[in-house]
């Protein structure tokens, strides 16, 4: 099988995500036989270039799927729902980035690092989780095999490119607009389909995703009910408060941790850096540690600032950044793919 070559659609592939994922099946030597680019009507006809060649975009449709033995989703829950359906009927695996169908019991929610075995469950789709899942359970997953995990708590510090590319177009413009003592466009942030927005630069926002009758949000939740799916250990506990932060792109996460058993610092830190998909940066009085600035474009999951809790015996405390472009999803997606045609 290690001539085969698939053809590969790309569902949102003039997206912020699309963009990534096309980037790396082609950096990454994925064997792509046809690529089939898929957008919204409003932007089938553009060409995006793969391989030295122009490729036209079309529209995704039910019958674009025909033929087609992989579908990258990443144009949002509502095009999954209608579509993915229809492409794992034309014979596609389906590997989407949304929300639409991570918590489906049926669907496997994976992190190649982490549970990999997973993916032969699939009936046709494998769920990409959320990008500030990924990164935390990818630097979860040592501590988890070692010492078992009893309760996470995170704060998240999350990029405005988790919003799209029109969250960080405002950024940009809200920056230019008060530096200059303008009025500041409000038309994204937080949540574009609410109705109250709030400026992102030079601010904070407590606030990812819609809000959920319990007082988290969405995206808090996600982070919660995806990490116990992901590990098959429903007895974890995650508290997350996920927050949007003026930074173009990475997200970076404070991780408490309270683990089942005792721990060596130096074995911590040895157990992370020898562990896939992970680097560690973590000398302080040096002052190095991971930030968003220096993750951009980097596939790995960072981590640094880990240090033993000073109240609890078994609790620590991690620093974790990532490229939520990248490993918080296209690299993932693409990982996920990688992983699928070398079980055949």
Same mark, same amino acid.
């Given at each position: ?7 590969? *659609?790309?569902?949102? #592939?003039? =997206?912020? /995500?699309? !963009? ?7 950096? %990454?030597?994925?064997? $792509? ?37 992989? *579908?990258?989703?990443? #144009?949002? =829950?509502? /095009?999954? !729902? ?7 009927? %034309?014979?596609?695996? $389906? ?250």
């Amino acid at each position: 099988m290690a001539n085969k070559t698939y053809t590969v *659609a790309v569902v949102g #592939a003039t =997206g912020a /995500v699309g !963009e990534q994922m096309l980037k790396f099946l082609e950096e %990454r030597q994925f064997p $792509v036989k046809e690529l089939r680019p898929l957008s919204s009507a409003r932007s089938a006809g553009s060409t995006i270039r793969f391989r030295g060649e122009d490729i036209v975009v079309q529209e995704a449709l039910p019958e674009a799927f025909e033929g087609v033995d992989i *579908a990258l989703f990443s #144009a949002g =829950g509502s /095009v999954s !729902e209608k579509l993915a359906p229809e492409a794992v009927k %034309r014979g596609a695996v $389906v590997i989407d980035n949304t929300n639409a169908f991570r918590m489906h019991p049926d669907v496997p929610l994976v992190v190649p690092e982490v549970n990999k075995e997973a993916i032969r469950q699939h009936k046709g789709i494998i769920a990409n989780p959320n990008c500030s899942t990924i990164q935390m359970v990818v630097a979860l997953k040592p501590l988890y095999d070692r010492y078992g995990l009893d309760r996470v708590i995170v704060s998240t510090y999350q990029a405005v490119s988790g919003s799209g590319w029109q969250a960080a177009i405002e950024l940009q413009k809200q920056s230019q607009a008060a530096l200059n003592g303008d009025e500041l466009p409000l038309q994204v942030m937080p949540v574009g389909k609410l109705d109250k927005h709030y400026p992102i630069a030079f601010n904070v926002l407590p606030q990812c995703d819609v809000a959920q009758d319990n007082g988290f949000t969405l995206e808090e939740m996600k982070m919660d009910r995806e990490t116990q799916k992901i590990f098959n250990d429903h007895e974890i506990k995650v508290t997350a408060t996920c927050v949007r932060v003026p930074v173009y792109r990475g997200h970076s996460e404070s991780v408490y941790v309270e683990l089942k058993k005792d721990f060596d610092l130096e074995e911590v830190r040895t157990l992370l850096s020898e562990s896939s998909g992970i680097i560690v940066e973590d000398q302080i009085q040096e002052q190095i540690y991971p930030m968003p600035i220096h993750v951009e474009n980097r596939t790995e999951v960072f981590v640094g600032r880990i240090r033993r809790d000073l109240h609890h015996p078994h609790a620590l405390n991690l620093w974790v950044v990532a490229d939520n472009l990248l490993k918080g999803a296209a690299t993932n997606a693409i990982q996920i793919a990688e992983a699928l045609i070398s079980e055949e």
